[in-house]
């Protein structure tokens, strides 16, 4: 075998060798991005787990700080000097002295017991409002809540939670800069409830804002890190930022769709570069802490796992390409020996063999190859007496076509011989045979017209009904939009043939043989129905068994069980037979066929 037969590109070699190299390039580079695949998709599983796990245990830090600030709410929500004081409820002016310096008392070591909180508003509606902050002069005494200030969005959403705590975040102040009597202009991490009437019928007598110093919230934020340049946020319900590390974001909308769910990890983009992201939502309210850092960064080894294998691949690449050839040779080599050998026997040479042995598959195919050429010569020598096998064949066709029109030429005559001698009886069976007969053989037809079927089961049940002088009456109907439909030949009459013999003849009494054709959704739907004697419920049991079994062969019921597989077979499974009898009652038979 010469290089240029070799590497011709419509030689069979040719061909193996690009299927060969193909296949392991397509194999080895798939194997090879599916591991790449694997390994980054296990780092970035890792890396995600670690972020969300840093993330998670910075918000059960953050949850201790607002549990923290939601008691400082508590303390004040339930004192009863604050509430005496809002109330204006003061025996006298000294009493009213006496009840302020106890609340600036409480009020003071609040704040000084944690230096972190900045102002408390406690803003009355009936009587008196109170304001400390972490300055000199800290305490004052201040008039109800303004008629303005109740109808700001913040004072009603206080009002609305009902007591409960409303989180704000960190944002300029709510109250403004003559009330708060300092500067606002420093953002500040603000809460608010409403004060209820603890000792009355709880209702609202005014609102409580606390301010606090956001710098331990973002010193928290700040301390999370990724080691990839990422940030740390909190956003609410309303995917709007409430903190941050810098404050560059506050109170503007996250730009991330976070799911419902009460952490998880997801992958987007962020200004053109991937990101990965990762969420825990906080047990103390709505608030979720989201960390987001750059995917590429995080996944730093990922990189040198990509060129490792990318040179594994292309190593491999190179063997496969020496295998391939290889491959191709000893399977090119043979495949040329069973071509000189074909195109031999091709040019007439049934008597070429292939010599070479061989122990594999190729061997196998050159014994038989070996086999073939000497049958194609022993059919060769055959054909001759098939010939002559089929010469014979149609002759004897058509002897039994002269036949069958000599036994019609003689029913008709004794048709004939017995009306001349008035023997009607005779003359009518003869008549309905010969009809029979004619309508049956039909010139080996296997399709005939439904009007045609109509005609055989008529002289069919002419001869029956004289055979049993009138035991049973026979009421035939036909749609006339039936009889030009075609259907099997011989799959009516025996059913037919089935009531008179297991239905009617056993019957004592006078029977009578319904038959219908008709059509309904498409099929043609021919029923037998008798009032003879009925079938037993363990026989109608075994006969709705035998229907339904897909075996051919079957020692009893020989008859129904040869059409329904001959209606099963021309027209689908679906189609077939359908018994339903009851003994002493009859016995009804549905054929169901599609029209055609």
């Not at 002289?459 to 099997?488: C, G, N, W």
Request: charged fraction near 25%; proline fraction near 3%; charge should be negative.
């Amino acid at each position: 075998m010469n290089l240029h037969t070799y590497f011709h590109w419509r030689s069979i070699g040719f061909k193996l060798f690009i299927l060969f190299f193909v296949s392991m390039s397509v194999s080895i580079t798939a194997v090879g991005y599916l591991s790449y695949t694997k390994a980054n998709g296990i780092i970035r599983d890792n890396v995600s787990q670690i972020a969300l796990q840093t993330v998670t245990q910075t918000n059960k830090r953050l949850e201790l700080m607002l549990d923290e600030y939601a008691s400082r709410s508590d303390l004040i929500f339930g004192d009863k000097k604050i509430q005496k004081g809002m109330l204006g409820e003061f025996q006298d002016s000294y009493d009213q002295t006496s009840t302020m310096q106890q609340i600036w008392s409480f009020l003071s070591n609040m704040v000084n017991a944690k230096n972190d909180t900045l102002n408390i508003f406690i803003l009355g509606e009936k009587h008196t409002s109170y304001r400390y902050r972490n300055t000199i002069n800290p305490f004052a005494e201040l008039p109800p809540a303004s008629r303005e200030q109740q109808e700001q969005d913040w004072y009603k959403a206080i009002k609305a939670a009902d007591g409960k705590i409303v989180w704000y975040g960190i944002r300029p102040s709510l109250l403004p800069t003559s009330y708060a009597g300092q500067s606002t202009e420093e953002p500040v991490f603000c809460i608010g409830r409403a004060i209820k009437d603890l000792d009355g019928k709880g209702s609202i007598i005014g609102v409580l804002v606390m301010e606090f110093d956001p710098a331990s919230i973002r010193q928290l934020l700040s301390e999370v890190d990724f080691h990839a340049g990422g940030s740390l946020m909190i956003v609410d319900s309303g995917n709007r930022v409430v903190a941050d590390s810098d404050g560059s974001r506050i109170m503007a909308p996250s730009g991330i769709e976070l799911p419902v769910s009460q952490s998880g990890t997801l992958y987007n983009e962020l200004q053109g570069e991937k990101m990965i992201t990762v969420f825990d939502e906080s047990a103390v309210n709505d608030w979720k802490l989201v960390g987001m850092a750059p995917l590429k960064k995080l996944e730093g080894d990922s990189s040198q796992i990509g060129v490792y294998t990318l040179l594994l691949v292309a190593g491999f690449t190179l063997i496969s390409i020496v295998l391939a050839l290889v491959a191709a040779r000893q399977m090119h080599r043979p495949v040329i020996t069973l071509l000189r050998s074909m195109r031999k026997a091709s040019d007439g040479d049934f008597d070429a063999r292939i010599t070479t042995a061989r122990r594999d598959e190729f061997g196998a195919l050159f014994s038989t190859f070996n086999v073939m050429v000497a049958r194609i010569k022993q059919l060769i020598d055959e054909l001759y007496i098939q010939k002559l096998i089929k010469t014979e064949m149609q002759l004897k066709m058509m002897g039994s076509q002269i036949n069958a029109h000599f036994l019609y030429n003689t029913l008709d005559s004794i048709h004939w011989i017995s009306r001349i001698y008035k023997v009607d009886e005779i003359s009518t069976m003869i008549f309905g045979l010969s009809r029979y007969l004619r309508l049956s053989l039909n010139e080996g037809k296997e399709f005939v017209t439904v009007k045609e079927c109509v005609d055989l089961l008529e002289s069919y049940l002419s001869i029956q009904q004289i055979r049993y002088e009138d035991k049973f009456t026979v009421r035939m109907s036909t749609d006339p939009e039936l009889l030009e439909r075609r259907a099997l030949k011989f799959v009516f009459q025996p059913l037919v043939e089935n009531a008179i013999y297991h239905g009617l003849e056993s019957k004592l009494d006078e029977g009578r043989l319904d038959i219908n054709w008709h059509s309904r959704d498409g099929l043609l739907i021919f029923e037998v129905k008798d009032d003879g004697v009925g079938i037993p419920a363990d026989k109608l049991a075994e006969l709705h068994e035998m229907l339904g079994s897909e075996e051919l062969q079957v020692e009893r019921n020989f008859a129904l069980k040869n059409i329904n597989s001959q209606i099963k077979l021309t027209y689908g499974k679906e189609y077939g037979l359908y018994i339903e009898s009851e003994v002493g009652a009859g016995t009804t038979v549905r054929l169901t066929i599609p029209l055609r």
